[in-house]
């Protein structure tokens, strides 16, 4: 059973476009990390947050943690194609020595 | 600068030969991390070293061990690979466990079971 659940799993658009990708989870998370990871390489972390309701900007990307911080949403604008990869949203449970829990993936393709 | 550091960045091993990957980190970090990502899934985490005391996931069989002798390095042994063990498998650090940090992670070793 997958802990934190991503949508959609596969998206493809167009430069320019806008797109929203969604972390959701029947369990609450101390806190949220969002990372980006492209072929052949590691993941990249691209925010933390950590209270409810908590929304965060990075230049063209939108975070926002749910105020039950059972979910999460990611909003791109104006799409470009350096955008492109493989999202994961990674939840902390609980506080203490805790690992990471990383959700499904949202694998993103921006054509030009 | 590279800080967590993985070699090989690819390795290809015979069915049932044992194989270990390596991880170093310059970063100083308290934990280490390994993760087993198959394609286009999420990455899974196998097991975690807080300094040396060392915390394995439940479902991780027991063909996969890890060693880390010093805080630089943390070592992935599979003792006798199966095609299902065909995985990026990337090494991750951070400073401490049970908090914000972010975790840093290598850019992965691709193993290949022939």
């Known amino acids: 059973t997958q802990l934190l659940e991503q949508s959609p799993q596969f998206l493809s658009i167009q430069e320019g476009e806008n797109l929203t990708v969604y972390c959701n989870s029947s369990s609450v998370f101390s806190s949220l990390q969002w990372y980006r990871q492209e072929p052949g390489e590691g993941p990249v972390l691209l925010v933390t947050v950590v209270t409810g309701g908590e929304v965060k900007k990075l230049k063209r990307l939108t975070f926002q943690f749910g105020d039950a911080r059972k979910d999460s949403s990611l909003h791109i604008t104006a799409a470009q194609t350096g955008d492109t990869g493989l999202y994961l949203c990674?939840?902390?449970?609980?506080?203490?020595?805790?690992?990471?829990?990383f959700g499904s993936g949202t694998r993103l393709q921006v054509q030009p | 600068d590279a800080m967590v550091i993985q070699n090989p960045r690819y390795q290809v091993t015979q069915f049932g030969k044992p194989v270990t990957l390596s991880c170093s980190q310059t970063l100083n970090h308290n934990v280490m991390y390994w993760y087993q990502q198959k394609s286009s899934q999420a990455p899974k985490l196998l097991f975690h070293?807080?300094?040396?005391?060392?915390?394995n996931e439940a479902d991780t069989p027991d063909n996969f061990q890890s060693r880390r002798p010093n805080t630089s390095f943390c070592f992935l042994d599979i003792r006798s690979p199966g095609l299902g063990d065909a995985a990026m498998y990337l090494c991750?650090?951070?400073?401490?466990?049970?908090?914000?940090?972010?975790?840093?992670f290598g850019d992965g070793t691709r193993l290949s079971i022939l």
């Open positions: 990674a939840g902390r449970m609980g506080t203490g020595r805790r690992a990471l829990t």
């Open positions: 991750a650090t951070s400073r401490v466990e049970g908090s914000n940090q972010p975790q840093h």
């Open positions: 070293y807080y300094d040396k005391d060392f915390n």
